[in-house]
Nanobody, 121 residues
Framework: QVQLVESGGGLVQTGGSLRLSCVGS????????MGWYRQAPGKQRDLVAT???????NYADSVKGRFTISFGNTRNTVFLQMSSLKPEDTAVYYC???????????????WGQGTQVTVSS
């Protein structure tokens, strides 16, 4: 089991910046990747960015060049630096961690409780 706690959401004007943080606890040695997803009202939850323990990153096209995902000093902390924010970035942002089983294969996905990001026009 992995528990995830997010922080850093809030209200910001268009063009502003925010930094989201997520800290994992529990079976963190099983974490293979971490990432951020977002869900706007009435829409599905979509990928924002992911990072694997080898450092590989992946971004949604809509955030490339504006958002940066990174690990902290330990692989159980992940940040999302968001710049040049737009009203369409408004959503609840969820932290995700994917773990591996002892066999090395996929085990499970874990989610944080979400943090609201609101970008005013």
């Amino acid at each position: 089991q992995v528990q995830l706690v997010e922080s850093g959401g809030g209200l910001v004007q268009t063009g502003g910046s925010l930094r989201l943080s997520c800290v994992g606890s529990g079976s963190i040695f099983r974490i293979r990747s971490m990432g951020w997803y977002r869900q706007a009202p009435g829409k599905q939850r979509d990928l924002v960015a992911t990072i694997i323990t080898d450092g590989s990153v992946n971004y949604a096209d809509s955030v490339k060049g504006r958002f940066t995902i990174s690990f902290g000093n330990t692989r159980n902390t992940v940040f999302l630096q968001m710049s040049s924010l737009k009203p369409e970035d408004t959503a609840v942002y969820y932290c995700n961690a994917a773990t591996v089983a002892r066999s090395g294969g996929y085990d499970a996905d874990y989610w944080g409780q979400g943090t609201q990001v609101t970008v005013s026009s």
